[in-house]
């Protein structure tokens, strides 16, 4: 009985201790507003930038960043493990290949774009050809993306507490704070790769509540070696990656709607847009 009460007690200190790291991540976070009329003036610039970000995309781009694996690829071949590399490469392609296929018929919002992510700082350094990808997973040098505004949109840890606005001329040196769920939904981000931040729809879900699995098979071909037929079973990414775009596109949509007649013309707010 005492080792019980022990047990409990413990239990309830380490939550209490859980807790008060979380509040103290809160409170130290950077804050746009520390009373009530510094929270009206932040509304009031978020629904600025959020508007002025929705009209800009919508004759902008959205560039998908995509994950190929290639550091756990490449640490499986280190220690010779060939036949997990091969299952690891199969499963980014086969991942990859149904966004790219989902997003292109579900997203008419605008122009989107997919890429690999170790293309991110050649984007963000003004290349605009040459690193852009299309289904064959291969980059393709005549995808050209033309357009000035872009937003990047992927799979990455949510963060409930982050960095507030930020001028563009100290973006680059800021970084996301505060703690994450633990989720990987997708995000939309700003070119500095900040999440975007409401009223912008920047949290993209799914309304599915099962997702099937079935078996696939990719064929994969790791450098020097002959090309392999990798078979595994996974969730049917198709299906999941459409409803994800599909909420996204209308969610895109009825924001851009809601924003017209929404002026964006205080000269306090242009470091913000970007």
Not at 130 to 152: G, H, P, R
Not at 175 to 188: A, I
Not at 230 to 246: E, L, M, P
Request: charged share 25%; hydrophobic share 35%.
């Amino acid at each position: 009985m005492v080792l019980l009460s022990n047990r409990i007690c413990c239990s309830f200190l380490m939550l209490f201790i859980s807790m008060s790291l979380i509040a103290q991540e809160q409170r130290s976070s950077d804050k746009d507003y520390h009373n009530r009329e510094e929270f009206k003036k932040y509304h009031r610039r978020a629904v600025k930038v959020a508007s002025w970000q929705i009209q800009n995309l919508k004759f902008g781009a959205i560039v998908i960043r995509l994950q190929n694996d290639q550091r756990k690829i490449d640490g499986y071949l280190k220690v010779g493990d060939k036949k997990s590399a091969e299952l690891v490469m199969a499963e980014a392609q086969y991942r990859n290949r149904s966004i790219i296929y989902s997003a292109l018929g579900q997203i008419d919002f605008c122009k989107v774009y997919f890429m690999y992510s170790q293309s991110s700082d050649s984007l963000l350094g003004g290349k605009r050809n040459n690193i852009f990808i299309d289904s064959t997973l291969k980059v393709q040098q005549n995808i050209v993306m033309n357009e000035n505004f872009y937003v990047i949109l992927e799979e990455d840890f949510l963060y409930q507490s982050s960095i507030g606005f930020v001028k563009e001329d100290s973006a680059k040196y800021a970084v996301e704070r505060g703690y994450s769920n633990g989720t990987k939904p997708f995000l939309f981000k700003n070119k500095y790769g900040h999440q975007l931040k409401n009223p912008f729809p920047y949290k993209c879900g799914t309304n599915l509540f099962f997702i099937r699995k079935l078996f696939v098979r990719e064929r994969v071909e790791l450098e020097g070696e002959k090309a392999q037929s990798v078979k595994f079973r996974t969730r049917d990414a198709y299906k999941y990656y459409s409803s994800i775009f599909g909420n996204t596109n209308i969610r895109l949509y009825n924001f851009y709607q809601r924003s017209q007649g929404e002026q964006v013309n205080d000269p306090e707010l242009k470091p913000f847009l970007y």
